[in-house]
């Protein structure tokens, strides 16, 4: 199958200008100013890309694809994603977590899910383990899944700073690194540890002392849930500034903010503005994580499920709201993600990349269509393809 996306303005997310854009089977085959299609040639795929920018598909690296919470009983987990939630939001590479409950919810089934929704046409991934350490794997150790399980590419979310986290001490927590940095090189993946930083005063202690006193190099580490709090956030610049690579959650329910919650957009425009290097920033949704909601007085006001959605939500309002120029804003779902877990082939626009990518209109920057390894998966903003049972 051959697609060629006409006059479309191309965000690889480097801004390329107006171009022809051609996709064979699953790659993209090249980036043209012209493309001169034959007639009575076999059936070419013609796409009107006017009005259009394109972007590559987003990838959310921290999702609970198998549902998450039930941190206030068992009535309180939440469900399994659904392919078109994804596919929806414009989110062509998924890496699923599990969270706080490793014991109800397992490996088995987070592989499982990873390989359904990779069937379904998407790529998806996952971390090994859940909140604690030591880790419960998959076979007997991080090492030996990173290795031998081709969807394990990290390990995490490992939760510090937090009245749920297992309370690792310092050396418990760099033994965890360690050894997913050995087995991300063997297995030559990222074997990033995503960490669940917590409302706790620790904050990213062990994380500024693992890169002063080891060798292990900071892009190794992605604490997410940075933009959680002020206090938080300020520590996070400073992270950046001896290297640091830090990821902000997107989903937050605007009515009932966390107290000292900064929006991920918000948080991006600090660092723009300080001429930070925004390689070392990416953006996560926390997608089907439980979302606890909360008064201004600190009353609990019951729980809500976070989305998806606002993983592009917030680059959006970071575009619109804070100024942030498109080929900026994009990269923290895209090129920067990719890079960071050594994704190879995504998130660019580029010759020879999985052809993952979401067309927006250019005026509201609504998406309209989007597509997974070359194949139509969202049309005018209605899912075509689904997954089995939805
Ligand atoms: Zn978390």
Same mark, same amino acid.
Request: charged letters at 40%; aromatic letters at 4%; hydrophobic letters at 20%.
């Given at each position: 199958m051959i697609t060629v996306l006409k006059n479309v303005e191309v965000y690889s997310p480097k801004y390329l200008g107006k171009k022809q854009v051609v996709v064979v089977g699953n790659k993209f085959e090249g980036i043209y100013d012209e493309v001169n299609i034959p007639k009575d040639f076999i059936n070419i795929n013609e796409v009107d890309g006017s009005g259009k920018l394109i972007f590559p598909g987003f990838i959310d690296n921290h999702v609970h694809i198998i549902g998450a919470g039930g941190e206030d009983g068992f009535s309180t987990r939440t469900g399994e994603i659904q392919l078109t939630e994804l596919t929806t939001a414009g989110i062509t590479t998924v890496i699923g977590c599990l969270g706080t409950d490793g014991v109800c919810r397992d490996m088995r089934s987070l592989v499982a899910k990873a390989r359904a929704l990779e069937e379904d046409g998407i790529s998806a991934y996952c971390y090994t383990g /859940?909140?604690?350490?030591p880790v419960r794997t998959l076979t007997n150790s991080i090492k030996e899944d990173l290795i031998t399980i081709d969807k394990i590419i990290g390990v995490g979310e490992i939760a510090v700073?937090?009245?749920? /986290?297992?309370?690792?001490t310092f050396e418990e927590f760099a033994k965890t690194v360690a050894e997913a940095r050995v087995g991300g090189l063997i297995s030559n993946k990222g074997g990033i540890v995503d960490i669940h930083m917590g409302t706790g005063k620790e904050r990213l202690e062990k994380l500024f002392l693992l890169l002063k006193n080891t060798e292990i190099p900071s892009t190794q580490l992605l604490p997410t849930h940075i933009n959680r709090s002020t206090e938080l956030f300020q520590e996070g610049i400073e992270y950046i500034k001896v290297g640091g690579y830090i990821d902000l959650t997107t989903s937050s329910d605007p009515e009932f903010p966390e107290p000292g919650e900064l929006k991920a957009s918000e948080g991006l425009k600090k660092i723009y503005d300080l001429k930070l290097p925004i390689e070392q920033v990416t953006f996560s949704s926390d997608g089907q994580g439980s979302m606890p909601k909360y008064n201004d007085k600190n009353e609990f006001m019951g729980l809500g499920i976070c989305s998806v959605k606002s993983l592009y939500d917030e680059v959006k309002k970071a575009i619109i709201?804070?100024?942030?120029?498109i080929e900026c804003a994009l990269r923290v779902i895209t090129s920067n993600v990719a890079s960071l877990f050594k994704?190879?082939?995504?998130?660019e626009i580029k010759k020879g990349y999985e052809a993952d990518f979401v067309l927006v209109n250019k005026d509201s920057l609504e998406i309209t269509d989007v597509y997974g390894k070359g194949k139509l998966l969202v049309s005018n903003g209605n899912a075509v393809v689904k997954g089995v049972f939805e």
């Open positions: /859940s909140y604690e350490i700073a937090d009245h749920r /986290s297992s309370q690792p709201e804070e100024k942030i120029p994704l190879k082939d995504k998130g």
